[in-house]
C-alpha cells in the first residue's frame, strides 16, 4: 500500500515549487494530487491564520486517510537569512 503525505501550505504559491510542471499532478477539487510509485502527496490549500487552516484540514482528513502531514511556507517568518528551501524550526513563537 502507497505512503500517503498531505502538504499543507498557507497559500497556492508555496505548493507551486513542489506541484510545478510534474506530468502526473491531479488538480482535484482544491487540492493536489501527486502520485509516484509507493507515495501519494497531497497538497492542499489551507488559507492563511489557524482558524482557516484548521477548517479546511479537518475536512480534508475525514475524506482522506493520510500518513504524515507535513506544513510548509515561510511560517510568518521576517529573517533575512531564509531561503527558498531551507527549513525553518522555530524556537520561540507568538501569536
Not at 7 to 36: H, I, M, P, R, T
Not at 38 to 48: A, E, P, R, V
Amino acid at each position: 500500500m502507497a505512503k500517503r503525505f498531505l502538504v499543507v501550505a498557507a497559500q497556492k504559491e508555496e505548493l507551486d515549487g513542489l506541484f510545478f510542471d510534474k506530468k502526473n499532478v491531479k488538480k482535484v477539487s482544491d487540492f493536489f494530487v501527486l502520485e509516484e510509485e509507493d507515495i501519494i502527496i497531497y497538497g492542499m490549500i489551507g488559507g492563511i491564520g489557524k482558524a482557516a487552516m484548521a477548517y479546511r484540514l479537518g475536512s480534508f482528513l475525514q475524506n482522506f486517510q493520510i500518513d504524515e502531514i507535513i506544513n510548509i511556507g515561510v511560517a510568518g517568518s521576517i529573517s533575512n537569512e531564509i531561503k527558498p528551501l531551507d527549513t525553518l524550526v522555530a524556537t520561540k513563537c507568538a501569536y
